[in-house]
């Protein structure tokens, strides 16, 4: 069983920054394109980033554009999330969700995504 887990999250006041892990056990990360999805209280499943098997292709949510980072480093075999200038907006459970191996690209819907994790919970808030 492929298994994904996130970490990182947290309590941070608005217009800070965390920086999410997404680790794997049970298969090699790099083979697979990523996504970071979030869910709010009583909102949808929304899609925040993907990135692709390489790295070379990243796409963003408009609401995260220019404030959210998404990485990978093949040596350790993570994905990272890194996510500045936190807002209240941004409260929500955070997952990341791997891909089929060897996808070229990457999307940011969900049915692109077949394992998922147990989400980090991130709160914004003064």
């Known amino acids: 069983q492929l298994q994904l887990a996130e970490s990182g999250g947290g309590l941070v006041q608005p217009g800070g920054s965390l920086r999410l892990s997404c680790k794997t056990s049970?298969?090699?990360?790099?083979?697979?394109?990523i996504g970071w999805f979030r869910q709010a209280p009583g909102k949808e499943r929304e899609g925040v980033s993907c990135i692709s098997v390489g790295g070379g292709t990243t796409k963003y949510a408009d609401f995260v554009k220019g404030r959210f980072t998404i990485s990978r480093d093949t040596a350790l075999d993570t994905v990272y999330l890194e996510m500045n200038t936190l807002e209240p907006e941004d409260t929500a459970v955070y997952y990341c969700?791997?891909?089929?191996?060897?996808?070229?690209?990457?999307?940011?819907?969900?049915?692109?995504?077949?394992?998922w994790g147990q989400g980090t919970q991130v709160t914004v808030s003064s």
């Open positions: 049970g298969f090699t990360l790099r083979y697979y394109p």
């Open positions: 969700a791997a891909g089929f191996r060897g996808t070229s690209g990457c999307e940011r819907g969900a049915p692109a995504y077949n394992f």
